[in-house]
């Protein structure tokens, strides 16, 4: 695992760590600044997302740790730094309820002994006007006039807008800004115009997304059968991975939440490969 430091983090000298304690925040006023922000309680989402503070501390942040996934490393290598808040997109509760046992007593038990809070945000986070995992990545790749699109419960998971190159050059560019493999299924034209985008894990989507009339479709994953049905259905199908496509909005939500509250801020990088 790496981590990645902000540059505000940068700023501070190692000889002052011992002054951390003096950037501190009620927890209750973050929470309550993210609940908002997110629209947490207007946003549907996933049973097993259960969005929102996950868990809670004394009280206190001191410092923001960002991470994709609540797994049982990111929250170890985040304990190891003592009492904070950890904001991720994918919480502790995806497979349910179950037994405090095993790993995920070993999840809370490392958290709560090292007051570590955990906040998650998953489709709240993907959509967010700035701070989302899409408006991010459809800046990045250099989408013109990016409009939300793909209506789910009154809710629109993606962005859909212009973009004027090749194929080959917008799969080299979202490799470039997702650091790592592409997968392409050419099922369209060469030159590109308009592009659709729901980062994660949308590839199952891709006849709907056809059937709105870009010609290309970027996400993060998708299974087997997206390939054969995006050449079937005449749009270009770009995957660059569910991890590599969603660490953007838990990285400009720690960056827009650290500077509100005057707080350092790092990301826990553990990418899956997938």
Same mark, same amino acid.
């Given at each position: ?68 996934? @609540?797994? #049982? *490393? ?6 190891? =730094?003592?009492?904070?808040? +950890?904001?991720?997109?994918? $919480? %502790? ?27 998650? @945000?998953? #489709? *709240? ?6 701070? =989302?995992?899409?408006?991010? +990545?459809?800046?990045?790749? $250099? %989408? ?27 799969? @080299?560019? #979202? ?100």
């Amino acid at each position: 695992m790496t981590v990645e430091v902000c540059p505000a983090l940068e700023l501070l000298s190692l000889a002052a760590e011992h002054r951390y304690s003096s950037f501190m925040s009620p927890l209750a006023d973050l929470v309550s600044f993210l609940d908002c922000e997110l629209r947490i309680a207007e946003i549907p989402d996933y049973p097993g997302a259960v969005n929102g503070l996950q868990l809670a501390n004394e009280g206190k942040v001191q410092r923001i740790i960002a991470a994709v996934d @609540a797994s #049982l *490393p990111v929250i170890e290598a985040a304990a190891a =730094g003592g009492p904070g808040l +950890l904001i991720v997109h994918h $919480g %502790m509760f995806w497979q349910g309820v179950r037994p405090v046992t095993g790993p995920f007593y070993r999840k809370l038990k490392t958290a709560m002994e090292a007051g570590l809070a955990i906040y998650s @945000a998953h #489709l *709240p986070l993907d959509v967010h006007p700035l701070w =989302g995992n899409n408006i991010q +990545l459809a800046k990045a790749i $250099g %989408m013109i006039d990016p409009q939300p699109f793909f209506d789910w419960k009154e809710v629109f998971l993606g962005l859909r807008g212009s973009w004027n190159g090749s194929r080959d050059h917008l799969a @080299a560019l #979202l490799g470039q800004t997702v650091g790592g493999r592409v997968h392409v299924c050419p099922g369209g034209p060469e030159e590109i115009s308009s592009i659709g985008l729901i980062t994660g894990g949308a590839g199952s989507e891709v006849a709907k997304v056809a059937a709105s009339g870009v010609d290309t479709f970027i996400s993060g994953e998708g299974p087997h059968w997206s390939h054969p049905l995006a050449l079937e259905l005449g749009i270009n199908l770009l995957l660059g991975g569910h991890y590599a496509t969603e660490t953007f909005g838990v990285k400009a939500l720690a960056h827009a939440l650290a500077a509100k509250f005057g707080l350092p801020w790092e990301f826990l990088d553990q990418p899956s490969g997938l």
